[in-house]
């Protein structure tokens, strides 16, 4: 459900950003942090049908809204437009996934291409009854080509992109069901490949762990674990 998927998008994303566009007090903070976000990227491991994805290419599009509508209070109307110019698109090509079901990642690359289409609808009727007109600096069509977006593979057993933040729902498989489900071979390579991960770990624990080892000092991962994660 969304609500739940906002549970990860808002700590991990919306929440930082929306702190630093509140708290700028000038427009040449807020154009840094314009810049910036633009250059964001996200990473889904566990992507399915992109559904985490969907929601945070929206939020991040919802921000980039919210720094024009401060701009708009900051600057001169002529300033302004001189400026900002327009509404520029958040570039789908920044949100990135593996999926191991090649199907998934068909509805994966559909998903991402309406979240643009819908993003830039919701940009100008959002500014628009702030009485802020800008024309779209990029058009939803023609349609992006995401193939390079995304990996149809198993996660756990290949190298990740550089991203900013990672999101998603890892699959869950106990520790006992691990073995029946995926057989003592793979179980004791992804064991051998992750020697920190304890044996009694639940499958969606070595998402964590490599979430970890992958991310960069002071960036964020936000993913949906059982009560493993804990022990």
């Given amino acids: 459900a969304e609500a739940d998927i906002m549970r990860v998008v808002t700590p991990t994303i919306r929440g930082p ?3 630093r566009i509140e708290s700028a007090k000038t427009a040449v903070e807020l154009f840094s942090i314009r810049r910036e976000l633009h250059e964001f ?15 945070a290419y929206r939020e991040i599009a919802r921000l980039e809204t919210r720094i024009i509508e401060r701009l708009r209070d900051l600057l001169s109307e002529r300033e302004f437009h001189r400026r900002v110019r327009g509404v520029s698109s958040v570039n789908p090509h920044n949100f990135k996934g593996i999926e191991i079901d ?3 990642v068909d ?3 559909v998903t991402l291409t309406l ?3 819908l993003a830039m609808d919701e940009a100008i009727d959002a500014l628009s009854k702030e009485h802020i007109q800008l024309p779209l600096t990029e058009e939803a069509l023609p349609l992006d080509n995401l193939d390079a977006n995304f990996q149809c593979t198993d996660a756990l057993f290949v190298d990740w992109p550089e991203v900013d933040a990672i999101i998603g729902n890892p699959p869950y ?10 057989g003592a071979e793979y179980v004791s390579r992804l064991r051998a490949r992750y020697p ?3 044996g009694r770990a639940d499958y969606c624990v070595y998402w964590f762990r490599r979430s970890h080892d992958h991310l960069k000092s002071g960036q964020r991962a936000g993913l949906v674990g059982t009560n493993t994660i804990r022990q």
């Fill in 17 to 19: 950003w929306s702190d």
């Fill in 196 to 198: 920190d991960v304890p």
């Fill in 115 to 117: 979240a643009k289409k």
């Fill in 102 to 104: 090649p199907f998934g």
């Fill in 107 to 109: 509805l994966a690359k």
């Fill in 41 to 55: 990227c996200v990473l889904d491991p566990a992507c399915g049908s992109g559904n985490f994805l969907y929601v």
């Fill in 173 to 182: 498989k106990s520790k006992n069901k691990m073995q029946g489900e995926f």
